[in-house]
């Protein structure tokens, strides 16, 4: 059974820090990419950022370069989304998102529930 399990949010105040983690099991974890997205009230699902199954390369949504960190351990099973200075703009669901590659081409995705967090004074 696939579960992927987002932990970390909550109510922080503009400029402030928080650290999201997804626990991930029920598939090959070291060979899927991964992604967090967001989805903001009455918005779509927006992709944040994406970590490559070996962690060497990731990618950001140009709102949040230079303000939000992705990582991964393997070993674990767990990716990390480390966000600073956070903004309003940044209140949202995060989703946990999992890219397996499939023997028969494509791939399959998994979504976690989401964890609220909400940027706020």
């Known amino acids: 059974q696939v579960q992927l399990v987002e932990s970390g949010g909550g109510l922080v105040q503009p400029g402030g820090s928080l650290r999201l983690s997804c626990a991930a099991s029920g598939f090959t974890f070291s060979t899927s990419t991964m992604s967090w997205y967001r989805q903001a009230p009455g918005k779509e699902r927006d992709l944040v950022a994406r970590?490559?199954?070996?962690?060497?390369?990731?990618n950001y949504a140009d709102s949040v370069k230079g303000r939000f960190t992705m990582s991964r351990d393997n070993a674990k099973s767990t990716v990390y989304l480390q966000m600073n200075s956070l903004k309003p703009d940044d209140t949202g669901v995060y989703y946990c998102?999992?890219?397996?590659?499939?023997?028969?081409?494509?791939?399959?995705?998994?979504w976690g529930k989401g964890t609220l967090v909400t940027v706020s004074s």
């Open positions: 998102n999992a890219e397996q590659p499939s023997l028969y081409g494509g791939v399959k995705s998994y």
């Open positions: 970590i490559t199954n070996t962690g060497r390369n990731t």
